[in-house]
């Protein structure tokens, strides 16, 4: 697996972020309720009875009259559970292809990540953006992916200071897909944050996809506890993941794919 580093114009790739953050979907403030209620839970205060220390528990005093100690009460708070978010884009060279009116996928791409960034940072969940592209190869001993994956994101750095690498994603198109390495190197990487709650959000167009390679993929994940969330752009993943929505533009997805699809995962999960 191989690292590269990122070398752009900040001002022009600042630029394409901020452009595609501005669009206005219909139906983008209910995705991001959604969004919340599935990645966020709430603090919650309370109060623990039946302690031998802490403050006198006024309801208690008819089982201290017959001598028993534990009639204090403690308050009690829990920290709501933390989700990490880690989304993972396809830039093999066949999203350089166009997906309608001459709109390149990879463009779609762009625009569904900016979005997606934005609505994750205001709902308070951890988050990393990745680029990967590769090569294959096959000799006796059988295939071989290579991975390069660009770092665009990490986890906990500000959304200002990456907007310029995240605007950047139409200049790192290559080279083909090794989707199983890179879905795999991202699960294993994943897995070992503190996090709750784990969600990997894979934004491709499923080209040359194997689906038993993704099958596969999908039961590590549950295993791992990692909910995968696949947002297919101008071809068909339906057969590889379980939580997938197939569109052709950004609008289709924040109108109301992307939403049914979290509701779907929430009720799931609940």
Not at 69 to 97: C, H, N, P, W
Not at 185 to 207: G, M, N, P
Request: glycine fraction near 6%.
């Amino acid at each position: 697996m191989e690292n590269r580093t990122l070398y752009t114009r900040r001002a022009d790739t600042e630029r394409t972020f901020y452009s595609a953050i501005k669009s206005n979907f219909n139906g983008i403030g209910a995705t991001k309720a959604s969004l919340r209620k599935l990645l966020i839970s709430i603090d919650s205060v309370g109060w623990s009875r039946r302690e031998e220390c802490g403050r006198v528990d006024r309801r208690a005093f008819t089982r201290f009259a017959v001598g028993e100690r534990a009639v204090f009460s403690r308050r009690e708070y829990k920290e709501a559970d933390r989700s990490a978010v880690s989304i993972l884009v396809d830039v093999s060279g066949s999203t350089y292809q166009d997906v309608s009116n001459g709109v390149k996928r990879v463009d779609v791409f762009t625009t569904v990540t900016a979005n997606l960034c934005k609505l994750l940072d205001e709902c308070g969940a951890s988050v990393s953006v990745t680029a990967f592209h590769g090569d294959r190869s096959a000799d006796n001993t059988g295939p071989t992916e290579t991975v390069t994956f660009t770092e665009l994101k990490r986890f906990n750095q500000s959304l200002r200071s990456s907007a310029a690498d995240i605007g950047a994603l139409p200049n790192l198109v290559s080279g083909c897909t090794p989707d199983y390495a890179s879905v795999y190197e991202t699960l294993v990487d994943l897995s070992t944050r503190s996090e709750k709650r784990k969600v990997l959000i894979l934004i491709t167009d499923a080209d040359s996809f194997i689906i038993g390679n993704h099958r596969h993929l999908g039961n590590l994940a549950d295993k791992l506890g990692i909910v995968i969330v696949a947002l297919c752009i101008g071809g068909d993943i339906s057969q590889c993941y379980t939580h997938h929505a197939n569109v052709k533009s950004a609008a289709e997805l924040f109108s109301g794919a992307f939403n049914k699809l979290l509701n779907a995962i929430r009720k799931e999960k609940q």
